[in-house]
């Protein structure tokens, strides 16, 4: 699962939650640009492959700062894909996404910033762990970055808030 799950007679707060199916209709985009960065790389199109881990990062940053529901990916799925689908069976908590938006994100600038030390072999690794998480989550509906967001609530680490969507 990507994170805990409410159905509709859930308390008023999930009720507002997010369709699921759109976070893994996200992870499937980002998926594939993650495949065309490893791509560039590889065929030694440098600039190619920064420019796009580049784009990947604002687009990660924007969610993670904006929300999953505010996602250009999830606009799109919502306005364009979610009218043509059958209503979710349960909603979910949209912050456990929107904080593994938030690890893409870091995944992403390290990948980045490494690119500068030590050439495009970083974009590679670092496209590398973004596209396996994506590949999970889109085709399992298994979210890395929500089960951080997870354990670190149980852990206690993300304070009130956190501890209350474990």
């Avoid at 699962?1 to 409410?6: E, F, L």
């Avoid at 960065?37 to 990660?60: C, E, R, S």
């Avoid at 500068?116 to 998480?133: D, H, K, T, W």
Wanted: proline share 7%; glycine share 10%.
């Amino acid at each position: 699962m990507t994170a805990p799950h409410a159905s509709s007679t859930a308390a008023p707060a999930l009720r507002t939650g997010i369709d699921p199916r759109g976070p893994r209709f996200t992870a499937g985009v980002t998926a594939v640009l993650f495949l065309v960065v490893i791509a560039l790389a590889l065929l030694g199109l440098d600039t190619a492959a920064l420019a796009l881990a580049i784009v990947n990062a604002l687009v990660f940053l924007w969610a993670a700062i904006a929300g999953v529901q505010r996602h250009p990916y999830g606009v799109f799925f919502r306005r364009v894909v979610r009218p043509r689908l059958a209503p979710p069976a349960e909603l979910e908590d949209p912050v456990p996404p929107t904080f593994a938006q938030g690890v893409g994100l870091f995944v992403t600038v390290l990948g980045i910033a490494l690119f500068f030390v030590v050439g495009p072999i970083a974009l590679v690794v670092a496209g590398a762990a973004a596209f396996v998480a994506a590949f999970l989550n889109a085709v399992f509906a298994y979210c890395l970055g929500c089960q951080i967001y997870l354990l670190l609530a149980r852990a206690g680490i993300l304070g009130k808030r956190g501890a209350t969507a474990a």
